[in-house]
């Protein structure tokens, strides 16, 4: 490492139990981050930041306005461009030393383990269920490192995964969540919210324990589960075991052949909802042929008002499916999501009747 690297990491060279053989670890290092969104711009801003000598960044989506509030490496001129692209070109301003690589594209099976290999360590910063068993699942059969975190409301969670513990036990997503959620059942930030400083937190843990890992440095999380909760400042840490059946695919071929989304009870093939603009919507909030369904759950804001309808909540709907009198059915959640799963829902049991999923939900309204 040059004498102008060493001044810019000074600070952390200092350090007893880093050095400057730690940084030059890092230096070395390749690392992946798949997501650059909420958890994604900390982890690489501070990636970058520390020194890691090659960061790739995985994302497909675009820079929209309601993320800034929490993905503070965009800004409004950004808004459209390739978040991954974007991502590249700011970082590589901030740290021109390290090499910045940009995959504007959709994680998938087929090209995830081309894309994985190329990497020492997997930071995970998705934000759906498919995403995250295929992401752990391909860094278990490739043998690769995994930091995990999540985020529900005013709680994240951070692990490492898929690294031996000193008794030469390796955990993964699966022995901690060996079965996914019901689609709807666990809320993403746009459905549920979040405060932007979470994400943050979670992220820059979540590269705290990438730069330990890497640097030989403190105790990272191996087979340890790290809670936080926002609201009441509070922390917990919870030892993991092995579950004793392992799921997932055995082997490369096997996982080139999964369906994530299916295994996520995400139906591929199931007859889509159609959508309703929010311009029709309230053309016929007044016409009496329609039935208009809230399925949020109860308490959610905004209030729906300035129109009848009735609260069915999702989880009700797929306990117990309700009768529906009429022939055509608008129903609207928060953003959309919950209202196109509870229509697939009831299109199966009242196939002769129009249902409708209001296109964006109420955050458009």
């Known amino acids: 490492m040059n004498i102008k690297g060493e001044e810019r990491y000074q600070r952390q060279i200092q350090l007893k139990e880093f050095g400057l053989q730690g940084q030059q670890k890092l230096f070395k290092a390749k690392v992946l981050v798949i997501g650059a969104g909420g958890l994604g711009c900390p982890i690489l801003q501070y990636l970058a930041a520390a020194g890691i000598g090659t960061l790739g960044i995985v994302d497909h989506d675009v820079v929209e306005l309601s993320n800034l509030h929490r993905q503070i490496l965009y800004t409004v001129a950004d808004i459209g461009r390739l978040k991954a692209d974007c991502a590249a070109e700011r970082l590589s301003q901030f740290n021109p030393d390290i ?22 360590l997997v930071i995970d910063g998705s934000d759906n269920f498919p995403t995250r068993y295929m992401i752990n699942d391909a860094c278990v059969l490739l043998n690769i490192p995994l930091i995990y975190g999540a985020l529900s409301e005013y709680e994240g969670q951070v692990s490492i995964f898929n690294v031996a513990d000193p008794d030469g036990i390796r955990i993964n997503y699966r022995d901690v ?115 208009i369904i809230d399925v949020r759950e109860e308490g959610e804001l905004p209030a729906a008002s300035g129109f009848d309808h009735i609260h069915i909540p999702l989880s009700v709907i797929r306990k117990e499916i309700p ?4 022939e055509k059915i608008v129903l609207f959640c928060h953003s959309g999501v919950r209202s196109s799963i509870a229509g697939e829902l009831l299109m199966e049991a009242y196939p002769d009747k129009e249902f409708y999923s209001l296109k964006g939900g109420m955050i458009r309204l």
């Open 99 to 120: 090499e910045i690589i940009a995959y504007p594209l959709q994680l998938n099976n087929q090209n995830a383990p081309l894309i994985l290999s190329k990497y020492d």
């Open 177 to 291: 969540f060996p079965n996914p959620p019901q689609p709807g059942e666990v809320l993403n930030c746009a459905e549920a919210g979040v405060l932007g400083v979470l994400p943050g937190i979670i992220g820059t843990m979540q590269a705290g324990e990438a730069i330990k890992l890497l640097s030989g440095t403190g105790e990272p999380l191996i087979n340890q589960l790290l809670i936080y909760n926002l609201l009441h400042n509070q922390t917990y840490t919870i030892k993991l075991t092995p579950a004793e059946e392992k799921g997932g695919p055995a082997d490369l071929d096997s996982f080139l052949q999964t369906d994530y989304s299916w295994f996520c009870g995400i139906k591929a093939n199931a007859p889509e909802v159609m959508e309703m603009n929010t311009a029709l919507f309230k053309d016929i909030i007044n016409d009496d042929q329609y039935m």
């Open 323 to 326: 009768k529906i009198v009429k």
